[in-house]
């Protein structure tokens, strides 16, 4: 079993900053990625951005230019520096560690989510 510890959110507004930090411990091995996502209210979960094992750094669009992820293979964590933020950046956001034991074969966990509200 995986377990993933997320902690930074909160309330922020506009054009504030928050950072966010995950921790996996468990059966962490061979980890392919980590990285977080959003879902915001009546929304479906989307990619904010993810990290692999060796550093490649993938951003969804809203992402791109404000927020920065980054990770610590050795440790299993990831933390996202969020950035100029818009009140369309409010949702959960869910933490996911990803293994590929192949390359026709990918799971992963979620974490738990932690909430993150910008006002206006």
């Known amino acids: 079993q995986v377990q993933l510890a997320e902690s930074g959110g909160g309330l922020v507004e506009t054009g504030g900053s928050l950072r966010l930090s995950c921790a996996a411990s468990g059966a962490v091995f061979s980890v392919y990625a980590l990285g977080w996502y959003r879902q915001g209210p009546g929304d479906e979960r989307e990619l904010v951005a993810s990290i692999t094992s060796t550093g490649t750094t993938n951003y969804g669009d809203s992402a791109k230019g404000r927020f920065t992820i980054s990770g610590d293979s050795t440790k299993n964590t990831v933390d996202l520096q969020m950035n100029s933020l818009k009140p369309e950046d409010t949702g959960v956001y869910y933490c996911?560690?990803?293994?590929?034991?192949?390359?026709?074969?990918?799971?992963?966990?979620w974490g738990q989510g932690t909430q993150v509200t910008v006002s206006s």
């Open positions: 996911r560690i990803r293994f590929r034991p192949d390359s026709k074969y990918e799971y992963g966990y």
